[in-house]
């Protein structure tokens, strides 16, 4: 069969080729400039840029805020997945296809728009500020960018496996005297578990990675609401380029392991719904 | 008949959920709170965009958007992404087709270098260009000796959205193509079509869909890319402003009717691909009986 395969079809070698060199000159040469260019640093230098107590805040920002967001959304975009398969109402056929504005909509018109919400004479900042809760130019605010540009992970990623699910087993679980929530608690949340986890870590690698949407609503100041790709920014405005690619070889690094974790987690999924 | 059929196990599924749903006042608390979080973060940043644009009047609106920076932006924009979506539009086609028609070594880790541009921040992928073609770059002397302009220039910005949207399309027909597997290609060969007529009349109706659906979401990203474009293309007004970058200039110098006047320009594009998006996976479910659409949203969203 593989024989026969490979003999027939033609235009394996054109195409193989096509993908090969254009991922090459696109892709992995210019990827491979900030390896070559950051082991210029040497070890001391990289390992001294890449804990400077300025970088360090914006890691614990970047990172924390991300996982924040992440988390808002594996609980909202949960339940949201969860209405939108099991419930009817007006409008669900809409709702359904306007969430996956935050993939559609540019990142700056986001962060503009999130920014003059939450602004003191915004809309929702106007009626947050007095309760106490300031949201534009504080970590807060990172967080409610990161957690619009990740909204649509997790419902995506839960909606066909709740999808796909079997109602015998809830039915077994009622009529052996589960009650709703041990239903959902011991046999639904374990099935779509996978596909939560996946949902999360793809919201998560996201938000580490984001910029439009955050530099307009965090203020950028340092030690305070810096976050670490606005620094890498600023690095590379000041002609440092040794320091960007420095810090920038930690974000690559915690993405490919955040790739790699997706990767395992998908394959976990897809093997727990086959 | 399909309709029928689809329209039957609808009724059967929602009586099996009544069996061992939740009770009503549940039912309209979830979706209560779930329509009230999408209302405060979808709906609201969406209204609010065309509410501040047109907040001055329609004039100053039309003015905004006509004015000759904002169209020295609206054509680099469109420049850029003329370049970056047919470009890996081909690349996308020649790879799912040696992927997903043939069997070799090395194939899964091709696969996942495909999906890198996706792991990388914006601002790392402009930031390679710089290192590459800046004026300290690995080709930055070489660049200036013969005169030629890469960084803070459009060729940058069309490698730098060229690099963002590189895996749209490949990610919709890899596995789409992988799916439909090499049977009705196989046949026509054998029947004597050339390799381009077997393409041309088998396999492209066959991805038509998938296609359209990767270039949608391709485009989208292409006119709206920020962060990697915001490093490689120096600011400079009228000549390396696309429109996101015209944006964040007029917002930071205040000029905020105008900012949303030209971000709506992209929101209104935002919801063509949303409906354009809706579209395309309503024609596809109708034409392929196997679900595709699940596959295409659970890939996409990495």
């Given at each position: 069969?593989?024989?026969?395969r ?20 696109v ?91 939450y602004?003191?004479?915004g ?87 984001e ?16 976050i ?44 727990q719904?086959? | 008949?399909a309709g029928?059929?689809?329209m ?10 009544r069996?061992?749903?939740?009770p ?20 609201m940043?969406?209204v ?29 924009t ?23 028609k ?62 963002v ?11 789409l ?13 054998v029947?004597?079509?050339s ?20 270039i949608?979401?391709?485009n ?66 109708r ?8 596959p ?6 990495a």
């Amino acid at each position: 069969m593989e024989m026969k395969r490979r003999s027939v079809l033609p235009g394996f070698g054109i195409s193989l080729g096509i993908t090969v060199t254009y991922l090459s000159l696109v892709v992995l040469l210019p990827l491979a400039t900030v390896f070559t260019r950051t082991s210029t640093l040497g070890w001391a230098g990289f390992w001294s840029t890449v804990t400077a107590p300025r970088v360090l805040a914006s890691y614990r920002l970047t990172f924390g805020a991300s996982l924040g967001s992440a988390l808002i959304n594996a609980v909202f975009g949960l339940l949201v997945a969860w209405v939108l398969v099991r419930y009817r109402f007006p409008g669900r056929k809409v709702v359904d296809a306007m969430l996956d504005l935050p993939f559609a909509l540019p990142t700056a018109v986001a962060g503009i728009a999130l920014t003059t919400l939450y602004a003191p004479n915004g809309w929702l900042g106007s009626w947050l500020e007095p309760m106490g809760v300031k949201v534009d130019f504080t970590p807060l605010g990172i967080v409610v960018a990161l957690t619009f540009i990740g909204l649509p992970f997790v419902v995506r990623t839960v909606q066909p496996v709740l999808q796909d699910l079997e109602s015998e087993i809830e039915e077994a679980a009622a009529s052996l005297g589960a009650s709703r929530w041990q239903t959902f608690r011991r046999v639904l949340l374990p099935a779509i578990g996978p596909a939560l986890l996946t949902g999360f870590a793809l919201s998560f690698a996201r938000a580490i990675g984001e910029y439009g949407s955050v530099v307009f609503i965090s203020g950028n100041m340092p030690m305070r609401t810096e976050i670490t790709p606005l620094l890498i920014m600023t690095k590379l405005e000041q002609f440092d380029y040794a320091g960007a690619t420095a810090i920038a070889t930690v974000m690559l690094l915690a993405s490919f392991v955040l790739l790699l974790t997706i990767n395992v987690l998908q394959s976990l999924s897809r093997r727990q719904t086959a | 008949m399909a309709g029928h059929i689809g329209m039957r196990s609808a009724t059967a599924s929602a009586e099996r959920i009544r069996s061992t749903g939740e009770p009503a006042w549940v039912r309209r608390l979830l979706t209560g709170i779930a329509l009230l979080f999408l209302a405060l973060f979808l709906l609201m940043p969406l209204v609010l965009v065309f509410v501040e644009a047109f907040r001055k009047g329609v004039g100053v609106y039309f003015a905004a958007v006509t004015e000759p920076d904002a169209l020295a932006a609206i054509k680099l924009t469109l420049i850029a992404a003329g370049i970056a979506v047919p470009l890996n539009v081909v690349f996308g086609v020649a790879a799912a087709w040696s992927i997903a028609k043939f069997e070799f070594v090395g194939k899964n880790v091709l696969t996942t270098l495909i999906d890198l541009p996706f792991a990388v921040s914006p601002v790392i992928a402009g930031m390679i260009f710089v290192l590459m073609f800046g004026a300290h770059g690995w080709f930055g002397p070489w660049l200036s000796d013969h005169d030629i302009k890469v960084i803070f220039a459009v060729p940058g910005i069309v490698l730098a959205t060229v690099f963002v949207t590189f895996p749209f399309v490949a990610r919709e027909l890899i596995p789409l193509m992988q799916e439909q597997g090499t049977e009705e290609e196989e046949a026509a060969m054998v029947l004597g079509a050339s390799g381009w007529q077997t393409f041309r009349r088998i396999t492209l109706p066959n991805i038509k869909w998938g296609l359209l659906y990767g270039i949608i979401l391709c485009n989208a990203r292409a006119m709206g890319e920020f962060g990697a474009v915001s490093v490689v293309s120096g600011h400079i007004r009228g000549l390396t402003n696309t429109m996101p970058l015209h944006i964040e200039i007029l917002y930071n110098e205040y000029s905020f009717t105008a900012a949303f006047a030209v971000a709506s320009l992209l929101t209104m594009l935002a919801i063509v691909t949303l409906i354009a998006k809706s579209l395309v996976e309503w024609q596809a479910g109708r034409q392929q009986p196997i679900s595709q659409t699940t596959p295409h949203l659970e890939r996409k969203a990495a």
